[in-house]
């Protein structure tokens, strides 16, 4: 299970802005840690908080929790970048995973001096990923000339504790996306949709990256919204939702009339054609909000929502990133109440699938 450890206490719909409370860091991670997650998302835009060094002082605070850290390739050298991620990950005793991403927009990615369009970024991530995995393998110094980098001589003396590197998680729903992703990722990382979509979505990923001879696995992004009954569950997200009207995500987008990439186009279609699928999936959040970011919330007591989840793990899905809109109670509350059913329940379904 995989949280999201926001900079400060009152983030709400998106958790990358604002400033930073060292305090509020280190409780938000003891909280995912004693409540058991796995993972916590530490995110990125081009006015964040340095989510290597957040997720530095978070880890020195906590002792089992592991750190997804989003990292957009180009503004390092991927050289330096694998000594880095090496050099985290020998620190924090094998904590780490990174979330390859591009940029949500161009405008968005303007803010920190990138101005290459979005198809080329990923072009330029797959080979910036291409030249880390170079520099955490090679025994002897290498060199390597592509379109965007060149190296000579290129050596680490330092290399990940975890074997052969951190997992490499990446999202999107473009061409170029999936092209990098098959060729260099582990987990594809998508918002939660239709199961019938989930489905399809799991075979041609699987079959794109098998013909690289590569076994991916997936993670699906929700919001859960639970309460003692499903009339309460019901209850409160309308209220969320009211609350939510108006507000767009980032600051750089609240301009923005829609979704800025692919699988946000994607979230927004399924908004637009229906508030509710398979029972719980509830998509009005996600319609008020452009669906600028992971929105699509799974609604009722945390009993049904728990079995609702377990229908993606039949899909294949293995993992899942879970936050509320409170962020520090829901939490405790996911912790407390989902988290325990979840994971029992996939015990349960990988014993029978076993068992046949």
């Known amino acids: 299970m995989i949280g999201v450890t926001p900079p400060k206490s009152d983030a709400t719909l998106h958790v990358i802005e604002g400033s930073l409370s060292p305090r509020y860091v280190t409780e938000s991670a003891r909280a995912h840690e004693i409540s058991g997650f796995d993972l916590v998302l530490v995110g990125y835009s081009s006015s964040s908080a340095e989510g290597f060094l957040v997720a ?45 991403i591009t940029g949500k927009s ?82 594809y990382a998508i918002y939660a949709e239709p199961l019938t979509s989930t489905r399809e979505r799991v075979s041609q990923f699987r079959a794109q990256a098998a013909a690289f001879g590569r076994t991916p696995s997936f993670n699906v992004s929700v919001r859960p919204i639970i309460a003692e009954t499903e009339a309460a ?15 767009k995500g980032w600051s750089r987008q609240e301009a923005v009339s829609g979704p800025v990439d692919n699988a946000g186009r994607r979230l927004m279609s399924f908004a637009l054609q229906g508030d509710i699928y ?56 996911f912790g407390r109440e989902l988290i325990p059913r979840i994971k029992a329940g996939a015990i349960e379904i990988d014993r029978l699938q076993a068992a046949v």
Not at 61 to 76: E, Q
Not at 233 to 247: F, H, Q, R, V
Not at 317 to 332: A, E, K, Q, Y
Request: charged content about 25%; overall charge neutral; some cysteine.
């Open 278 to 333: 398979d029972e719980r999936l509830w998509m009005p959040i996600a319609r008020a909000t452009g669906a600028l970011g992971n929105t699509s919330c799974l609604v009722g007591t945390p009993e049904q929502v728990a079995q609702s989840i377990l229908r993606y793990y039949r899909l294949g899905v293995s993992s899942f990133l879970i936050r509320g809109f409170d962020p520090f109670n829901d939490t405790v509350e």
């Open 56 to 100: 530095l002082h978070a880890a020195a605070h906590t002792r089992r929790l592991g750190y997804l850290v989003a990292h957009r390739p180009g503004f390092v050298a991927p050289t330096l970048m694998a000594r880095k991620v090496a050099t985290f990950d020998q620190l924090t005793d094998g904590r780490l995973a990174l979330h390859i």
């Open 106 to 187: 161009d405008d968005e990615q303007e803010g920190d001096g990138d101005f290459s369009p979005k198809a080329q970024r990923y072009r330029r991530a797959a080979e910036y990923l291409e030249v880390m995995k170079l520099t955490w393998s090679s025994e002897q110094p290498f060199d390597f000339s592509g379109e965007f980098y060149r190296v000579h001589g290129a050596h680490s003396d330092v290399r990940p504790l975890q074997k052969p590197h951190p997992l490499l998680f990446f999202g999107g729903a473009s061409a170029e996306a999936l092209t990098m992703g098959a060729r260099h990722c582990d987990v």
């Open 233 to 247: 569950a019901w209850d409160k997200a309308n209220k969320i939702l009211a609350a939510m009207t108006g507000k």
